[in-house]
């Protein structure tokens, strides 16, 4: 143990003083944009710019889901991101497992080609990707009209791939796919195959191993994963955009967006209102995939 | 023998297991990838005589992005972008929140979470929270800050367009360098540091001899992902500008989208992707192979 001299405690303080000051710097600059959505919403009398609320009300949060189509657009945003989000957490449960166990000879490749597929930005596959999905769902729509006549469009509302949520929760599940895969296969990597061998001893099959020892070792995984999943196609503003066109299929982002796009007419509260619901899950997400987003981007450093 | 063969039917078990994924892979990203260089080399349209019968252009797409004035805008936005926001903006900050945040004062946890909070908030909602920042001339949130200063308010999104999106794209990556950045940090022994002490190192050289070369593959590696991300972002500048003021924030991504949806061409809309997406997947191997280094 060194002793401290005065010189040397003086300057560790200063030097504690100066990380102070800049993180409080970074802190303020970090979180003064948030002021005006979180206050604005509660005001009765609210503008574009940041101001503290004369009048204070929920006044806003009940229009939202009265007179707006906020619930609506809630409870589309939350359908379509949470079949998206559970549909990663399957595949990537299975083929994080696959990942991780087999010794194949595409085992490597497979893994570095999707760490390239990540990289490929979506505004640059999202026209062949339209064309394709319209492809799909004309093929769709011309089995299922003679079949179910003027019902077909109730079941394309929810089966098609064009302004139908089908396409939306695949092509959003498989850009968040890749990603998950790694957590996957990374945390199977860490789990002991003892139990899976035992298990295996015990003449289970692998349908066996995989929901009575694998699922349940494999919660914390799924949870990352999903949680992963769950942020992104969250916030994703770009899919929704070009795959949604019909009111009544619009989710969050499309719905505060064209809210915004209304010119001398924006609502200031009900639009902060919106806003603030549709941050909140996602600031909650963030809460919990902190530890997470620690270990994995840190692992990505590592390898 | 017979282990052999078990051991095949297995290795085709994983495969198997792994069939969904590669299906969704292959149908909604390898194959759009490969269809946007097919259709780049078209005259496809959304609407009009094209849309009903695309037409085989050659490299027409290809020499018309070579004239394009728009389009080396576009690349030269992107560019100016991503050093901007990614290599300046989010690295010194992040390295700054990150070595500030190894010391061992006190509210370091809160201090986290309110830099990691900008990356929370999803590309719309950002979008319009700056817009309440910027938005408004004198009005504005900034404005009325600043001319405390005594600092001449603006319609600073007007005026100082490609600054402004930097700024706030800065804002929103932050917490990923800081992650990364502070991970790269702790893998450097502190006894280094203390023996450096000793022969009476200053701070700045410590940082200058120690830290910055013992951090070069981290920063490597957070380069190239965040340049990547970069040149991916979309909705925040859409919602932040739509591109505007006359081209002047119009990165690679709001051009594609803006050939494609708005002047409805998508063959040469596809061309410009092909551009981006090359540039991405240079990176990317760069990216991959940087990774494998360290391995």
């Known amino acids: 143990m060194a002793v401290v001299s005065p010189s040397e405690s003086a300057n560790k303080g200063r030097s504690d003083l100066i990380a102070y000051a800049t993180l409080s710097l970074i802190s303020i600059f970090c979180a003064v944009p948030f002021f005006w959505v979180l206050l604005a919403s509660f005001d009765g009398n609210a503008q574009l710019f940041l101001h503290w609320p004369e009048q204070w009300t929920l006044a806003n949060y009940v229009r939202v889901f009265s007179k707006e189509d906020g619930a609506k657009w809630l409870f589309n945003s939350l359908f379509v991101v949470g079949s998206a989000t559970l549909l990663v957490m399957v595949l990537s449960g299975l083929g994080g497992y696959a990942l991780s166990r087999t010794r194949a000879w595409w085992k490597l490749p497979f893994l570095y080609a999707i760490l390239l597929i990540r990289v490929l930005p979506p505004t640059a596959l999202v026209v062949p990707l339209y064309k394709f999905l319209l492809t799909l769902n004309n093929a769709e729509a011309a089995v299922l009209r003679p079949v179910f006549g003027s019902y077909a469009r109730d079941i394309m509302r929810w089966t098609g791939f064009i302004d139908g949520y089908l396409g939306l929760i695949l092509v959003l599940a498989t850009m968040q796919l890749p990603l998950a895969l790694w957590i996957m296969k990374t945390f199977f990597d860490g789990l002991p195959r003892d139990y899976e061998e035992a298990a295996l001893m015990d003449g289970a099959t692998l349908v066996q191993r995989i929901r009575r020892v694998l699922i349940p070792l494999a919660l914390p995984g799924l949870a990352a994963a999903g949680l992963f999943a769950f942020m992104s196609a969250w916030g994703d503003f770009l899919l929704p955009l070009i795959f949604l066109s019909s009111p009544e299929l619009q989710t969050l982002p499309l719905g505060l967006f064209r809210a915004f796009l209304r010119i001398n007419e924006i609502d200031y509260g009900l639009l902060t209102a919106l806003a603030f619901i549709y941050l909140l899950p996602a600031v909650v997400a963030f809460g919990f995939a902190r530890r997470f987003l620690v270990q994995t981007l840190s692992g990505g450093v590592k390898g | ?295």
């Open chain 2, 1 to 295: 023998m017979a282990r052999n063969s078990h051991e095949k039917r297995a290795e085709r078990q994983w495969l198997l297991i792994l069939l969904p994924s590669l299906v969704l892979l292959l149908a909604f990203v390898i194959y759009p990838a490969i269809y946007s260089v097919y259709l780049s080399f078209t005259n496809e349209a959304l609407t009009g005589a094209a849309a009903l019968r695309p037409r085989f252009v050659g490299f027409r797409n290809y020499t018309r992005l070579f004239n394009d004035a728009k389009f080396w805008n576009a690349l030269f936005v992107t560019f100016v972008f991503v050093i901007g926001s990614a290599v300046i903006g989010q690295f010194v900050l992040g390295l700054i929140s990150a070595m500030a945040l190894r010391r061992p004062i006190r509210f370091r946890r809160l201090f986290s979470s309110i830099i990691l909070l900008p990356n929370a908030a999803p590309e719309v909602v950002a979008g319009f929270m700056w817009i309440s920042m910027l938005a408004g001339g004198e009005n504005a949130t900034l404005s009325r800050i600043v001319s405390f200063f005594g600092v001449t308010p603006a319609d600073w999104l007007q005026v100082f367009p490609l600054s402004m999106i930097i700024i706030v794209n800065t804002w929103r990556g932050i917490a990923t360098a800081m992650i990364l950045l502070t991970a790269g940090l702790s893998t450097i022994p502190a006894e280094i540091y203390e023996a450096a002490r000793m022969d009476g190192a200053t701070p700045s050289q410590m940082f200058r001899r120690i830290t910055l070369p013992l951090m070069m593959p981290t920063i490597l590696l957070y380069m190239l992902i965040s340049a990547v991300s970069t040149i991916a972002v979309f909705g925040l500048v859409y919602a932040l500008t739509r591109g505007g003021p006359g081209g002047a924030t119009e990165v690679v991504s709001i051009y594609i989208y803006n050939q494609s949806f708005t002047a409805f061409q998508l063959g040469y809309g596809a061309a410009v992707a092909v551009v981006a997406l090359v540039i991405s997947l240079i990176l990317g191997i760069a990216y991959v192979r940087a990774m494998k280094v360290e391995v």
